[in-house]
């Protein structure tokens, strides 16, 4: 119960907002991806269409000059400057004597030209661009940038809409699941399958299969808490009855009198336990049930009422109390985790049983501890101890269970509780 409690405060990631973010990275990384394949495609387009238009000049030139010889015109003077490598030249060409397409850095300015043998067979000739290479094809780059950026914003919209439109398709179903997961409690009605996927409908399904058996169940026992509280607490009030005529006869010899002295405390166990059982199955404790107790007298009482049982036995007990608490809660409650304590310190253990009271904390420690197949399987002494859990567990009582080699500790903090605020069934 403790580890649904904690998981129903601890703050879980949301699925919706992760296929959001997982698409909206997706996203991100296709579009630049995208934009990154442009720009190099338009880089390389440009050095290709810049190299082919060199290519071009180039080729014309050696064609005119075996016509004109050194009367060829050269190259696009607005575009091209030309070079011999026999006639006066910028130094910096001298470095490229092969032929090939180069680019030379000069400054911030970039070079792109072409090298080529002279058509006279005499040296080299250059043909290099006058501006920038990013320059060239600047018209058909202002077009080229207005169709990719509507062409890629379009796919953009186009695949974040389908990104949104996924993640709805998928985080919707789950919303309306997660609604009807709200609605199954006893008190509302049940859910209908309204999925239209199989996959879906499965857990809808599990869910409405799930949500009949626990009608069921709290069905049956609501039904056994009502038959049991009836049908258990009337021969009980018939058992209480005879045996309180019973005590007030004077002609039963004195086995008789222990005998009806066993059976009222029988009886009165019976009572106590009903009492215990009924209120743990109930939803809700009422106020009524809430009272305000001395835990050292209870705890007094009831070592005091225990102690013929230790004497039986030769066991030796020890209490030591130090504490004015005052607990409010259910008294049949209080007195079971004693009453269960104590025994099963006794039943299960030998040598001396110490209690200890501090404040609002009960401590009961054996000396010993007897190895028997029902605590080798139970790890821990006594079944006792699982009444003893619930009862905590419904009263927010801390209880602490030490196994050590030669003793097993109990220690139950009795927390104080409100009748404006009664504890729930969970």
């Known amino acids: 119960m403790a580890k649904a409690t904690d998981s129903k405060h601890k703050v879980y990631p949301s699925l919706y907002r992760k296929l959001v973010l997982t698409f909206s990275i997706l996203t991100l990384v296709l579009v630049t991806v995208f934009w990154a394949v442009i720009y190099k495609a338009e880089e390389q387009m440009e050095i290709i269409s810049l190299h082919h238009w060199l290519d071009t000049e180039a080729k014309r030139y050696q064609r005119d000059y075996v016509f004109f010889g050194e009367e060829t015109i050269p190259p696009n003077t607005a575009e091209f400057s030309s070079f011999w490598s026999e006639r006066p030249h910028p130094t910096w060409l001298n470095a490229y004597q092969k032929p090939g397409y180069f680019k030379h850095f000069i400054e911030d300015d970039d070079k792109h030209f072409v090298v080529?043998?002279?058509?006279?067979?005499?040296?080299?000739?250059?043909?290099?661009?006058?501006?920038?290479?990013?320059?060239?094809?600047?018209?058909?780059?202002?077009?080229?940038?207005?169709?990719?950026?509507?062409?890629?914003?379009?796919?953009?919209?186009?695949?974040?809409?389908?990104?949104?439109?996924?993640?709805?398709?998928?985080?919707?179903?789950?919303?309306?699941?997660?609604?009807?997961?709200?609605?199954?409690?006893?008190?509302?009605?049940?859910?209908?399958?309204?999925?239209?996927?199989?996959?879906?409908?499965?857990?809808?399904?599990?869910?409405?299969?799930?949500?009949?058996?626990?009608?069921?169940?709290?069905?049956?026992?609501?039904?056994?808490?009502?038959?049991?509280?009836?049908?258990?607490?009337?021969?009980?009030?018939?058992?209480?009855?005879?045996?309180?005529?019973?005590?007030?006869?004077?002609?039963?010899?004195?086995?008789?009198?222990?005998?009806?002295?066993?059976?009222?405390?029988?009886?009165?166990?019976?009572?106590?336990?009903?009492?215990?059982?009924?209120?743990?199955?109930?939803?809700?404790?009422?106020?009524?049930?809430?009272?305000?107790?001395?835990?050292?007298?209870?705890?007094?009482?009831?070592?005091?009422?225990?102690?013929?049982?230790?004497?039986?036995?030769?066991?030796?007990?020890?209490?030591?109390?130090?504490?004015?608490?005052?607990?409010?809660?259910?008294?049949?409650?209080v007195t079971v985790v004693i009453n269960n304590l104590i025994k099963n310190a006794h039943e299960h253990g030998s040598g001396t049983v110490n209690i200890s009271l501090n404040n609002d904390t009960l401590k009961i420690q054996n000396a010993q501890i007897i190895s028997t197949p029902e605590y080798s399987q139970s790890n821990s002494y006594g079944y006792g101890l699982v009444i003893i859990r619930r009862i905590c567990e419904r009263m927010g009582w801390p209880l602490d269970i030490k196994h050590n080699p030669d003793s097993f500790i109990v220690s139950v903090k009795f927390a104080k509780q409100t009748t404006q605020a009664p504890s729930r069934l969970v």
């Open 116 to 333: 080529i043998k002279h058509p006279s067979g005499i040296g080299f000739y250059y043909i290099v661009f006058n501006d920038y290479a990013d320059d060239y094809l600047d018209d058909y780059e202002d077009s080229l940038h207005f169709y990719t950026i509507l062409l890629g914003g379009i796919a953009t919209l186009l695949a974040l809409s389908y990104g949104l439109y996924f993640v709805r398709l998928l985080a919707k179903p789950l919303s309306q699941i997660e609604e009807k997961i709200e609605r199954l409690t006893p008190d509302t009605p049940g859910v209908t399958v309204t999925a239209k996927y199989k996959e879906l409908r499965r857990i809808e399904e599990s869910l409405l299969q799930s949500k009949l058996t626990t009608d069921a169940y709290f069905k049956r026992e609501q039904e056994f808490h009502q038959f049991a509280s009836h049908e258990l607490r009337t021969p009980l009030m018939v058992m209480s009855g005879s045996i309180e005529l019973l005590a007030r006869l004077d002609v039963l010899p004195t086995v008789g009198q222990k005998a009806v002295a066993r059976l009222q405390q029988a009886s009165h166990d019976m009572e106590l336990m009903t009492d215990t059982l009924l209120l743990l199955g109930v939803e809700q404790i009422e106020p009524h049930h809430y009272q305000s107790q001395s835990l050292s007298f209870v705890l007094e009482k009831q070592v005091h009422l225990l102690s013929a049982l230790f004497s039986r036995h030769q066991a030796a007990l020890t209490l030591t109390s130090n504490s004015q608490f005052t607990v409010n809660a259910p008294a049949s409650f």
